[in-house]
């Protein structure tokens, strides 16, 4: 007797794969995927087979901004929202694999209870400042395969409470990718997760966080020792020192990816070590850097991440002009951060196209494929003129953005047209 191929779990479950359940949706301001699974459940209710194979697929992503808040894409959609109850998603949370509950607290402007959610396969996990850090914790622990781990905070969370919190992240030992915001940990702590997943990280992202390195006092009158926070004036102390070390016994010979905005950090430096263990790095990302802190990280960056080609700098497209120097003075080093020839992608804010920026940039003309630039410069005519050269000169440029931030008018209106001049 022949058994029919639709009787078979591996033929059920393969042509369940194949079955769209997502639809991407392009918005004037974003980009969105909205939960379309009218067809997937159509096919759950052919049978009892079908129910128990392709239910999984259905659940497998659990996007909350998709099910619950359609958000920019709500008003164009037709006022169509799949809002599911919360006991149902409970009932068939086992099922999720990638969990984002990044934006769950969005609907329409109101507040809701994240839902508590029972988890044991997640691969993902996206989490918001609001979501409840004690499920959030027992959540991480549930998971120890995560494979992919970002968890915002607030600074409204204390700093005793993030302290605490971080713990749960170092049962994990298989993460691609960790990303944290508005943190406060102990560095100690942050050099163990990191050694913990150094076989498997891909990309690393900081901002916002605060990096506590603690020194011991002299013991009070109970006999109790006291604690005391460094700060980056203080990198002659024992406890620096041991901590450096401990950084450079790590080696992240995986990590593609860089993001680090933590200049205003009480420690900085000691994130900054990061640079050092990562041979492997591609691209860096920086925040806002006081000059020689970029100097610094340009000479690191050189030495010791030779396959460095993306540079991407700045993240505040309103600083006050008295940065403004500092910036482009930041925005040069890190552009001498690669090697000549090995810049593709460059992000780079408060730039003054002058002479030395376009020397900086000749080195890498034949590669670049990507350049960004928010110009703030009281002579106009110069930096407009010398867009122009670039776009001669980069042969290999697809994406130019440019962003001109106007201190006074121009004296001539079409300064701001000079570099479509070499386009004619």
């Not at 329409?108 to 396969?121: D, F, H, T, V």
């Not at 011991?216 to 901590?243: C, H, L, N, P, W």
């Not at 010791?304 to 482009?328: A, F, M, V, Y």
Request: glycine content about 4%.
């Amino acid at each position: 007797m022949n058994t029919h191929p639709l009787s078979l779990y591996e033929i059920v479950l393969a042509i369940g794969q194949f079955i769209p359940l997502w639809e991407f949706v392009h918005l004037a301001y974003e980009d969105v995927w909205l939960l379309k699974p009218k067809d997937l459940l159509a096919a759950i209710s052919v049978n009892r087979l079908f129910r128990t194979t392709l239910t999984p697929l259905l659940w497998s992503v659990y996007v909350e901004s998709a099910v619950k808040s359609l958000g920019n894409a709500y008003e164009c959609m037709g006022n169509a929202e799949y809002d599911i109850p919360v006991d149902i998603v409970q009932k068939n949370s086992s099922y999720i694999r990638f969990l984002d509950l990044s934006s769950y607290y969005r609907q329409l402007g109101r507040m809701r209870e994240s839902p508590k959610l029972y988890c044991s396969r997640l691969q993902e996990l996206r989490l918001s400042s609001s979501v409840d850090s004690t499920w959030a914790k027992r959540l991480i622990l549930a998971n120890p395969e995560l494979r992919v781990l970002h968890w915002a905070r607030t600074r409204k969370n204390s700093s005793r409470e993030k302290l605490k919190d971080f713990a749960s992240i170092l049962s994990l030992q298989r993460l691609r990718y960790l990303g944290l915001d508005d943190w406060t940990f102990l560095t100690e702590y942050l050099y163990r997760a990191l050694a913990k997943n150094a076989g498997h990280l891909e990309e690393l992202r900081l901002t916002r966080c605060d990096s506590i390195l603690l020194k011991r006092s002299k013991r009070d009158d109970t006999g109790k020792s006291r604690y005391a926070v460094i700060t980056s004036m203080e990198t002659g102390v024992e406890e620096f020192e041991t901590m450096e070390q401990m950084c450079r016994r790590i080696r992240l010979t995986k990590l593609k990816t860089l993001h680090l905005d933590v200049e205003h950090n009480r420690c900085p430096l000691t994130l900054y070590w990061l640079i050092d263990i990562a041979p492997a790095l591609e691209t860096a990302v920086f925040g806002d850097l006081l000059g020689s802190t970029g100097k610094a990280l340009g000479l690191t960056l050189r030495k010791s991440c030779p396959r460095l080609q993306t540079i991407k700098h700045g993240n505040d497209w309103e600083l006050k002009t008295w940065r403004l120097h500092q910036w482009g003075v930041t925005a040069l080093h890190l552009l001498n951060a690669c090697a000549p020839g090995h810049l593709v992608h460059a992000s780079l804010r408060g730039m003054r196209l002058d002479n030395t920026f376009m020397e900086a940039l000749s080195v890498h003309r034949d590669c670049l494929d990507t350049l960004e630039l928010d110009i703030r410069d009281d002579n106009y005519r110069d930096s407009f003129s010398n867009l122009g050269t670039i776009l001669e000169q980069c042969s290999q440029l697809k994406h130019l953005a440019v962003a001109v931030h106007f201190y006074r008018e121009p004296c001539d209106r079409r300064q701001p047209l000079l570099f479509l001049d070499k386009l004619v």
